[in-house]
């Protein structure tokens, strides 16, 4: 019997004995939107790697720098894939804040990311929620809500930030973000981060060991391995960087803190 009591937020479909990446990135942020088994498993990452806490918010962090330098270039539309359970800065409120115009479109495959996506959103129509897998990128982009939200034929931003790294190769990940840039009009970009392969085997051993537990395992790449998402496309000024390294504002000195080089990050223009 689930130990767990469920709110009335949390759909009968999740296991909520059963850690979830959404759920265990909206603690490690200080989030609410998360149960007793995310919660222990958000500790046991942390004795792991320790600068998980530093990590997340340097990735949304970047995820704001990056709406911003976007909207900056012109861009009014965003498709956010795997883009989680709603925090501190979410990108409709950052883009918005910027031109009330602008329009979002929220994908992720985890429910409680989608309930409260949803919720936050029921005042908005400029910008909506789905649950829609990436592994399977026409059911995002011939989604009637997507197809309402944004339009194909005028440049946008897709968003795959800090969700590779939960696609494992056998999944098709470079083929799904080919099938997605193939459906952007020129003069879209692609914003994406990626945990990257930690330089200590021990510590990506525990990492791997403690993913296997969760709904979805944590998958390591290279630099290398991450730059190839990025192919045909122009990468932007810094190129591909430790997260904190992208565009920092003046006198942010987070990219000599802990967790800076846990993930990197890029944007890159369809030309
Ligand atoms: C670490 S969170 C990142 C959230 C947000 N993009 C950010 O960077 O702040 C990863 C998100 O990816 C989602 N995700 C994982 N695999 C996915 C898939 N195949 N399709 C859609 N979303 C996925 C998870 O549910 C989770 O919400």
């Given at each position: 019997m689930a130990s767990t009591e469920r709110p009335n937020w949390a759909p009968e479909s999740i296991d909520l004995e059963r850690p979830n990446a959404a759920r265990i990135y909206d603690y490690l942020l200080?989030?609410?939107?998360?149960f007793a088994a995310d919660r222990e498993f958000a500790e046991q990452l942390l004795t792991v790697l320790p600068e998980a806490r530093g990590a997340a918010r340097m990735n949304r962090a970047f995820l704001n720098r990056a709406v911003r330098f976007c909207v900056d270039a012109g861009i009014r539309q965003f498709l956010d894939v795997?883009?989680?359970?709603?925090?501190?800065?979410?990108v409709h409120e950052i883009a918005q804040r910027m031109d009330p115009s602008c329009r979002v479109l929220y994908a992720d495959v985890e429910p409680v990311a989608v309930t409260h996506s949803e919720l936050m959103l029921?005042?908005?129509?400029q910008a909506a929620a789905i649950r829609a897998d990436f592994t399977d990128p026409d059911s995002v982009l011939d989604n009637e809500t997507t197809r309402r939200v944004l339009d194909f034929d005028q440049p946008m931003a897709l968003l795959l930030v800090?969700?590779?790294?939960?696609?494992?190769d056998d999944a098709q990940p470079y083929d799904a973000v080919a099938r997605f840039v193939s459906r952007l009009a020129p003069g879209s970009y692609l914003v994406l981060s990626h945990s990257v392969e930690r330089p200590s085997e021990e510590q990506a051993e525990g990492i791997d060991r403690l993913y296997d537990r969760a709904d979805a395992p944590g998958v390591r790449r290279t630099h290398a391995e991450i730059a190839r998402?990025?192919?045909g496309l122009e990468m932007v000024e810094p190129g591909l960087v430790n997260t904190p390294e992208w565009?920092?504002?003046?006198?942010?000195?987070?990219?000599?803190?802990?967790?800076?080089?846990?993930a990197i990050a890029g944007v890159a223009r369809k030309p």
């Open positions: 200080g989030g609410a939107a998360n795997g883009s989680g359970i709603p925090t501190a800065g979410n029921r005042d908005n129509d800090a969700v590779l790294h939960f696609v494992p998402f990025y192919d565009r920092p504002e003046p006198n942010d000195t987070s990219a000599d803190q802990p967790g800076a080089d846990v």
